[in-house]
């Protein structure tokens, strides 16, 4: 069973519960604290999902490809965390966690945010998700399906309030290795290494104090060794937030489409993906009246849509975590 992958899926949903308020004040333009910072957050999610691609031990076997999968439900650890170290005189910070980005953290990141002149900010850092898994290969049928691990990092680079501005734009190179790519073996149009080249580009409405508007649009290039894996994406996601001392809401949507390159040649034709989501989340802070504590509440869910019937999934999480942070 995966479940170092579970870890991970449940953060790839749940990054933002986590997200140091500190950050999200200093994303708005607020200044952040000098010192030393340390957010850590666990709790537990509850996920439903019916993702043929998706590795777990109700799903292993289909009868055909033409099959539904079957639908599954679980428990999963939730945990993230963000150390930070920020100098007082240039307002420059260090930092190793577990941070968001455009598809969801992006693993482990180590990082440094720069502070430019005329406001703005540099984010740069490099990152690796030690966790993933995948089939070995997804199109068997009336036979268990085998994991194997998915090897993804890379590096990332953000500019926010350009030139003083709320506008904000990002891009990230990531490689990606499989470790048995049994698929790619049988067919050398689905093999599945190769770089994803993301860019995201957004701007920030400050609507009133501590609520703010995100409207974001995103565009990636799925450069993969196997021809019908690799794609064109195209997505947008309109977020909006309200930051209190003690309170922070995040609600998201985000509508996504993916052009793949050539013909899958199991089901003889181009597949293309459109995606829909909807996120949200609850922070309390200064929880049971202790201002180091806080509880988050969230829930998600996620629908993909595929010419491919095999490929559609839904995909449900909710959960609760508790955190520390100083």
Partial sequence: MPKYRWVLYGLLLCLTASLPLSAVRAEEGRGPRAGWSFNLAAGAGYVVSNDQLQPNDGNERVRDLDDNANRFDRVIPLASFD??????????????GTPLGPDGPPGLTLGTVLPLD???????????KPFGEVWEDPYLVDRD????????????????RIMGTGFAAGYTLSRIDIDDDDIGQR?????RD????????????QLTPGLTLLPQ?????????GEANSYLGYRFKLGLRHLTPKHFFNLSAEIGYQDYDDEHPIFFKDREDVTYSLFGLYTH????????????????YRHRSVNI?????DTVISGVMLGYQF
Avoid at 286 to 291: D, E, Q
Wanted: glycine share 14%; no cysteine.
């Fill in 145 to 160: 399906r085998n994991e194997t691990d998915k090897h993804t990092y890379g590096a990332k680079v953000d500019y926010a």
């Fill in 285 to 300: 802070s200064h929880l049971f009246g202790h201002a180091p504590l806080f509880g988050t509440l969230l829930a998600g």
């Fill in 83 to 96: 150390l930070r170290y920020t100098f007082a005189e240039s307002g420059r910070q260090l930092y190793l």
């Fill in 309 to 313: 019937d095999f490929l559609e999934a």
């Fill in 118 to 128: 005329g406001g703005g900010q540099l984010d740069l850092g490099v990152f690796v």
């Fill in 217 to 225: 649009a995103g565009f990636t290039v799925g450069d993969l060794d």
């Fill in 194 to 205: 190769g770089w994803i080249h993301a860019l995201q580009l957004g701007y920030v409405f």
């Fill in 187 to 191: 067919f050398d149009d689905l093999e």
